[in-house]
Every structure is written in structure tokens, then in C-alpha cells.
């Protein structure tokens, strides 16, 4: 079997062998369903609320997306006016990682108290979260020039927008797909944690919403559907963002090279 | 068979190509220990269609003077001259100047055309004039046919060819080579060489050419200037009195050996000036 199907094949083998356990176990010490329901439990609660799940999947995905979207478009920008001026960057740097490091929870309160608008406040709290690993990253990468292609660049007299443009930014892509790929997960826990800081009170009513009100009412089949959609919400995120990765760097970064044999 | 005045066998009447007075380079201040004096001050002829070469242990400041020979770094005292004026004239028409790296210095993220095409895209070359003559720099140095691969999918020889060729698209009139055969296996390198004085034949071109190999630089050479090191400095010229083209014959000949074995005793003479 070649490296492709088994790179599908072994973790879907995996999860199938962990979904017989839980199945097995939750039947054999017959835990009731309000404590741990078992698969198929979660399987029919996910068909049957399909409805309300789906449009708090909508509105959580909404919050995620658009905060993605703000953090790679203002995070890039402020990677490119670092490597413009050293100045710029000692002096904001800092405080970008002053940001990433105080937990969004924290802040998240004030954010919600200070924006009127709910799903404003919930963008904000999930681009704060998710617009670090953009910046670092990106600025790393349009600094990580090759010298001699800079030193050609130099000697060929290329304005600073050619050098920015036909040397910085493609020397950047991998390191700025790597932030993108972090940055993916971060902005769905953002969101995540920041529906959960606007509370059942919130106007909103995304997944961390659904998780919060069966929580309350033992609804334990359907918390765990809501868990389930936000999970495979990040990880179809996640391969997004592989896709993307492999499209702009794929035949020359040895990053999207298969293994040769 | 040698001289010890630099450029001493030039007509006096021609302009030279490349002129230095009295250049040297100094790092850090002369009073502290931290300080290194990286060549003492020399004088330099490089006179039109000729093939200099700059052979010496490491240390010896042979990359520091091709490098200000390219505008790269600037000397801390003395007076460099192309063509007779200053640097800002290099670039126009008949005075071309064009710096091969150590490594073939490609952009792994551009096929291998667009890689030759770079200079004349920063120049603002129209699209269909770029393409042309980049196709025709491959054509020369025989990559025909690779324009559409990257850099990774070719051999290490092939991706300095590129780099030759990006080189030769811009139609240079000097060109600075800073040991650019020096990570390639020996078959490859003898085989650039040749291919190298071919090139430059047919170009009319003037190439400065730094090296380690003492074959490479007999082989190639109208002159070799033998360096030493602490302080970098030119300790002797050996003109190599060959008549172009060269081949694998003259690699094979009396003369050849004699050089070498000149130049071994010069360079041994350089190390043992400069103890590592």
C-alpha cells in the first residue's frame, strides 16, 4: 500500500477501533447515558437535533471564520511594517506578546462589556487569540532571506517593493502557512471560549452555547454532538489550511515533498 | 614565467577593465584586539578580455577583494576604478558588471527560466524579450529543455549552469566568480572550466575568478595572483604563458605539471607566512 492511502487508512482504523472500545465499554458496565452516552446515543441525538446543532455550527463557524480571515489580513500587515523598520518592531513586539499571553478568558469579560455588538465582541476575542502565530511567523519568515539572493537583489538594484515582493514573500509562504495552520485551530478555541464568557445570557448561540445549556440540563447525549462538531469543525480547519499550504508550496518546498523511494 | 609587478606586462595605453590603488580592508578598530586587518593595501590591474585568478589559503582576503571589486563591500583606504570611473557608471552599457556566487543561489520557489529572467525582470524588461534571451543563456550553457523544472529536481552542476546563465542573460562584460565550482565533484568542475573559457571567448568577456584549486586556476588563467593571509595580500603573479583555447591536452602536459608545481611551492610559501 503506498505512503497516500495509509496516511487515510491508519487513522481512520484508529478511530474506528476507539469508537468499538467506548461502544464496548459504555454496554458491557451499562454507565448510564446522561453520565457517558455511548456512540450510536451520540449518533442519533446529533440526526435528531440536527436542526439546532447545524445553526450553532453556522454561527460559531461565522465567528471563526471571520476572525481567521482579520488575523491573517492585519497580522501580515503588521509583519510587513516590522521588517520595514527594526524600530517599529522593537517597540510594538512586545506588546503583541504581552496579547498572546494573557489568557483570552481574562479578557474576554471586558471585550464583551466594552463592544455592544455580541458577535463583534466575539470576533475580537477569537482574533486576539488567533493573530499571534500570524504575526511571529510571518515576520521570521520575511526575514529568513537567503543573503546571497539578497546580496542579487541588491546588485541587480531592486526597488524595496521588488524585494518585498519577488524575494520576502515567497521566501515567507512556509513559515506563514505554518502560523496559518496554528492560527486556524486558535481562532475555534477563541471563538469557543469566548461564546462561553458571553454565557447563556449572550445573544448568540453557537456550540459552546448548545454545550453549556445541556450541560445544565444533562443533556449529555447532545453536549457530546456539539463537541463532536466542534472537533471535526477544527480539524476540517486544520486540512484547509494543508490544502492550501500544499497548493502554494507544493513542487518546491521540501515541506510538500513526498518521501521519495 | 612570473613577475612580481601586478599587471606589469599591460600595455600602458589601455584603459582597464577593473583598477585598484592602494585598496585595503580593515574590520573593527586597528588598537583592539577584536580588530582584523583583512588585506593590506594593494595594487590590482584586470585589463579587458583577460582571466585573472585569485588563488590562496582561506583567510587570505581573496572573497574580501572580489568583493569590493563588485561594489559589495568598500574599502577602508584606497581608490577603485571600472572602466577608468567610479562605481556609479557600472551597469550602463559596455561597463556590466555580474557577481556568481559560491552557491548557485537560486530561487527554490521559481522554475528554472524565471530564475535566469530575474535580472531583466528588475530591469523592467518587457515579458517576450526576457523569455527570449533567458531561453538563449540556457540554450548556451546546454540546459535546453530544463526551463520548466526547479531548482531541486536538478543535479548541483546543472543549477550552477542556471546560475552561469542568469549570469550571462544580463550580457556582462565583467564577471566576478567567487569559487564557483568549488562544491562540485571533480569531473563536473574540469567540465565547467572548459566550458567556462568557451563562454567567455565568445563573449569577448573579463572574468576575476577565485578559487582554492591550483589545477583550476592554471587551467583557466592568463594570470594568477597568490595570496597570502594576516595580512591578506597579493605575494606574487605567475602569468600563465598558454595560448587559447585550452583543452584536455594541455591538462595532460609538461608545462601544465610545471605551473602546478610552481604554484604549490608559492602557496606553500603563502601558508607557511600564516600560520593557521
Known sequence: MNIRAMKIFLPVAIGLVILLVWHWLVAAYEVPRYIVPGPLDVAQTLVKDWDLLWGSLLITLRVTVAALLISVIAGSLIAFLFVQSRWLEMSLFPYAVLLQVTPIVAIAPLVIIWVNDA?????????????????????????????????????????????????????????????????????????????????????????????????????????FAALFLITLTGVLLFLAMVGLSQLALRGWHESELLPEH | MSTDQPGGHLPPTSVPVFQARGVGKQFGDPRKK?????????????????????????????????????GLAVPSEGDLQWWGGGFDAVGQSGRRLVFVFQNPTLMPWARVLPNVRLPLDLAGASRGEADAAAERALDQVGLK?????????ISGGMQMRVSIARALVTQPDLLLMDEPFGALDEITRNKLDGELLEWSRVRGLTIVFVTHSIYEAVFLSKRVLVMSARPGRILREVVIDEPYPRDDAFRGSQRFAAYCRELFGLLAEASSATRP
Do not use: W
Open chain 2, 145 to 153: 529543455g530544463f526551463e520548466q523544472h526547479y531548482p531541486r529536481e
Open chain 2, 34 to 70: 577584536t580588530g582584523m586587518r583583512a588585506l593590506a593595501p594593494l595594487d590590482l590591474k584586470v585589463g579587458k578580455g583577460e582571466l585573472v585568478t585569485l588563488l590562496g589559503p582561506s583567510g587570505c582576503g581573496k572573497s574580501t577583494l572580489l568583493r569590493m571589486m563588485a
Open chain 1, 119 to 223: 458577535s463583534i465582541a466575539l470576533v475580537m476575542c477569537a482574533t486576539i487569540v488567533a493573530i499571534f502565530p500570524v504575526i511571529s511567523n510571518t515576520t521570521l519568515g520575511l526575514r529568513s532571506v537567503d543573503a546571497g539572493l539578497l546580496e542579487l537583489f541588491r546588485m541587480n538594484k531592486a526597488t524595496r517593493m521588488q524585494t518585498l515582493v519577488r524575494l520576502r514573500i515567497p521566501s515567507a509562504l512556509p513559515y506563514f502557512f505554518g502560523g496559518l495552520r496554528i492560527a486556524s485551530g486558535l481562532a475555534l478555541i477563541g471563538a469557543v471560549v469566548a461564546e462561553f464568557v458571553a454565557g447563556t445570557g449572550g445573544s448568540g448561540a453557537g456550540l459552546a452555547y448548545q454545550i453549556l445549556q445541556s450541560g445544565l440540563q444533562l443533556n449529555v447525549p447532545r453536549l
